[in-house]
């Protein structure tokens, strides 16, 4: 059989849609974009290759929405909440729907454990009001070039090609993908160096009076949970990672399990954007759930009768590729709490970086950074903004910039650039960072 005679066809005529602003990927970054422009008047398409909106908050079950409150370290302190805007309308809309828990400790800051179930509804339900186009299993493919242009993609569904074309085109896949389709300047993490993934699940049958008792209500486990993985690791369980986050959840009975640090079987790091590492990270990732619900079933009061209740639809990717930016959110001004004048979205949040043996944490106490609007900017290419975890952003930035409130931040800043882009009819580098701000502020996000 020689290869090069075969042909690439699909006989199937392609279909062609239009719309002012296609959003590539229905994650938190990508619903607000995606609702933020639409709010300003313009037809918007949102394409997103599973049935549900969500992306790493659903079908990764990450199951909180972190970034919304400060850390302290001050006695007897009360969650202060310091990011508004969509990701505080995302997280009352789920409020409202008994979709989301009051605020639990994780360290010392807080975060508010969702329902993956009621968020994937909220947005349906959001995107249907505000009449976004969404087409679900659609997969894009290739990207629409006009010249130097990024003018909307090509999908991929059973009905065939789709080609959208758009005045501008967001990136929210996550993964940078139509950046990297386009040929456009992008990075992945330290030197090729990602924060590794994570297989999250649920347990039911837990007794979580019983387990709160026992080990308090911060949601990362202290000293003695560690203590006893390390000796189950010891006694030669399969348990790599011997600090762990466990969430009492909005549902009875049930923990979200935060525990799993997978690499290959050869010890190296694996990188998602290669399908064969990809497809080795869920089959451990489902490997190493089952040897910590044992373990957790074996070893943690409360959890004696617990059950895998389910898994991430897939394995959760913490980094992958990013945008080369015009602006790049560096480690130091994370830890520096740095604002910017462009800055169009705040961050509280730690670095929490999953690398290594346990996850590093590192606080910004009593305060929170900025992110300027250049991260979402590719260098060249035209059309094209990105919103959400891909940003352009230092190793160690990423590992606090990537949270849920901050890629609902950057949604909104984006759909806001977005929309500003195609009223004035002008290139996304040259939409003025103060506008976008100033639409900001209107929508009642503090930014500064
Ligand atoms: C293990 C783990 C635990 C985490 N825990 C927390 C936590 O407790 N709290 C918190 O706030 N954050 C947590 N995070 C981070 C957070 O979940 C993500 O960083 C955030 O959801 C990213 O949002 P996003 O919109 O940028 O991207 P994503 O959520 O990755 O969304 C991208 C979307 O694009 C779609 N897509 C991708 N490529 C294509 C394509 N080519 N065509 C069409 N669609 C495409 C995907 O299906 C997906 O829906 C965690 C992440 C991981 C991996």
């Given at each position: 059989?020689?290869?090069?005679?075969?042909?690439d066809?699909?006989?199937r005529?392609?279909l062609?849609?239009v719309s002012?602003?296609?959003?590539?990927?229905g994650?938190?970054?990508?619903?607000?974009a995606?609702?933020?422009?639409?709010?300003?008047?313009?037809?918007?398409?949102?394409?997103?290759?599973?049935?549900?909106?969500?992306?790493?908050?659903v079908?990764?079950?990450?199951?909180t929405?972190?970034?919304?409150?400060?850390?302290?370290?001050?006695?007897?302190?009360?969650?202060e909440?310091v990011?508004?805007?969509?990701?505080d309308?995302?997280?009352?809309?789920?409020?409202?729907?008994?979709?989301?828990?009051?605020?639990?400790?994780?360290?010392?800051?807080?975060?508010?454990?969702?329902?993956?179930?009621?968020?994937?509804?909220?947005?349906d339900?959001l995107?249907?009001?505000?009449?976004?186009?969404?087409?679900?299993?659609a997969?894009?493919?290739?990207?629409?070039?006009d010249?130097?242009?990024?003018?909307?993609?090509s999908?991929?569904?059973?009905?065939?090609?789709?080609?959208?074309?758009?005045?501008?085109?967001?990136?929210?896949?996550?993964?940078?993908?139509?950046v990297?389709?386009?040929?456009?300047?992008?990075?992945?993490?330290?030197?090729?160096?990602?924060?590794?993934?994570?297989?999250?699940f649920?347990?039911?049958?837990?007794?979580?009076?019983?387990?709160?008792?026992?080990?308090?209500?911060d949601?990362?486990m202290g000293?003695a949970?560690?203590?006893?993985?390390?000796?189950?690791?010891?006694?030669?369980?399969?348990?790599?990672?011997?600090?762990?986050?466990?969430?009492?959840?909005?549902?009875?009975?049930?923990?979200?399990?935060?525990?799993?640090?997978?690499?290959g079987?050869?010890?190296?790091?694996?990188?998602?954007?290669?399908?064969?590492?990809?497809?080795?990270?869920?089959?451990?990732?489902r490997?190493?759930?089952?040897?910590?619900a044992?373990?957790?079933?074996?070893?943690?009061?409360?959890?004696?009768?617990?059950?895998?209740?389910?898994t991430?639809?897939?394995?959760?990717?913490?980094?992958?590729?990013q945008?080369?930016?015009?602006?790049?959110?560096?480690?130091?001004?994370?830890?520096?709490?740095?604002?910017?004048?462009?800055g169009i979205?705040?961050?509280?949040?730690?670095?929490e970086?999953?690398?290594g043996?346990?996850?590093?944490?590192?606080?910004?106490?009593?305060d929170?950074?900025?992110v300027?609007?250049?991260?979402?900017?590719?260098?060249a290419?035209?059309?094209?903004?990105?919103?959400?975890?891909c940003?352009s952003?230092?190793?160690?930035?990423?590992?606090?910039?990537?949270?849920t409130?901050?890629?609902?931040?950057?949604?909104q800043?984006?759909?806001?650039?977005a929309?500003?882009?195609?009223?004035?009819r002008?290139?996304p580098?040259?939409?003025d960072?103060?506008?976008v701000?100033?639409?900001?502020?209107?929508?009642?996000?503090?930014?500064?």
């Amino acid at each position: 059989m020689n290869i090069m005679n075969f042909e690439d066809v699909d006989r199937r005529p392609a279909l062609r849609r239009v719309s002012d602003v296609l959003v590539v990927g229905g994650g938190a970054a990508g619903v607000a974009a995606a609702a933020t422009a639409r709010r300003q008047g313009l037809q918007v398409t949102l394409l997103e290759k599973y049935g549900f909106c969500g992306g790493g908050a659903v079908a990764g079950l990450s199951g909180t929405v972190c970034g919304l409150y400060l850390a302290t370290e001050r006695a007897g302190a009360r969650p202060e909440q310091v990011v508004f805007g969509f990701a505080d309308e995302f997280v009352r809309a789920l409020d409202a729907r008994g979709g989301i828990a009051p605020p639990v400790r994780y360290g010392r800051t807080w975060t508010r454990v969702h329902d993956p179930l009621i968020w994937r509804d909220t947005a349906d339900d959001l995107l249907a009001a505000e009449g976004v186009t969404v087409i679900y299993h659609a997969l894009a493919t290739r990207v629409l070039l006009d010249g130097d242009r990024i003018a909307g993609v090509s999908a991929w569904t059973k009905q065939g090609r789709v080609d959208i074309e758009a005045a501008i085109t967001v990136d929210a896949s996550g993964d940078a993908d139509v950046v990297a389709m386009a040929g456009l300047g992008s990075f992945v993490g330290d030197d090729g160096h990602v924060q590794n993934p994570t297989m999250i699940f649920r347990l039911l049958g837990v007794d979580v009076a019983r387990f709160r008792a026992e080990y308090g209500d911060d949601t990362i486990m202290g000293e003695a949970v560690s203590a006893a993985l390390r000796r189950a690791q010891a006694a030669g369980r399969p348990l790599p990672r011997s600090k762990v986050w466990l969430f009492p959840t909005t549902r009875p009975g049930e923990l979200l399990c935060n525990c799993t640090r997978i690499t290959g079987a050869d010890g190296r790091e694996l990188d998602p954007l290669r399908f064969a590492d990809f497809t080795e990270a869920e089959i451990e990732g489902r490997r190493q759930v089952h040897a910590y619900a044992a373990f957790i079933r074996d070893h943690l009061v409360g959890c004696e009768q617990a059950f895998v209740n389910d898994t991430g639809v897939q394995v959760g990717i913490r980094q992958s590729r990013q945008v080369q930016g015009t602006a790049r959110l560096l480690n130091a001004d994370v830890v520096a709490a740095r604002k910017f004048d462009d800055g169009i979205a705040r961050s509280p949040w730690p670095i929490e970086l999953h690398a290594g043996d346990r996850p590093k944490v590192e606080w910004i106490l009593d305060d929170y950074y900025t992110v300027p609007y250049g991260c979402f900017v590719p260098t060249a290419g035209e059309g094209l903004l990105v919103a959400g975890r891909c940003l352009s952003a230092e190793h160690e930035a990423v590992a606090s910039a990537r949270v849920t409130a901050q890629c609902f931040s950057y949604g909104q800043a984006i759909g806001h650039a977005a929309a500003l882009a195609v009223r004035d009819r002008r290139q996304p580098r040259a939409v003025d960072a103060a506008a976008v701000r100033d639409a900001l502020r209107r929508d009642g996000a503090a930014i500064n």
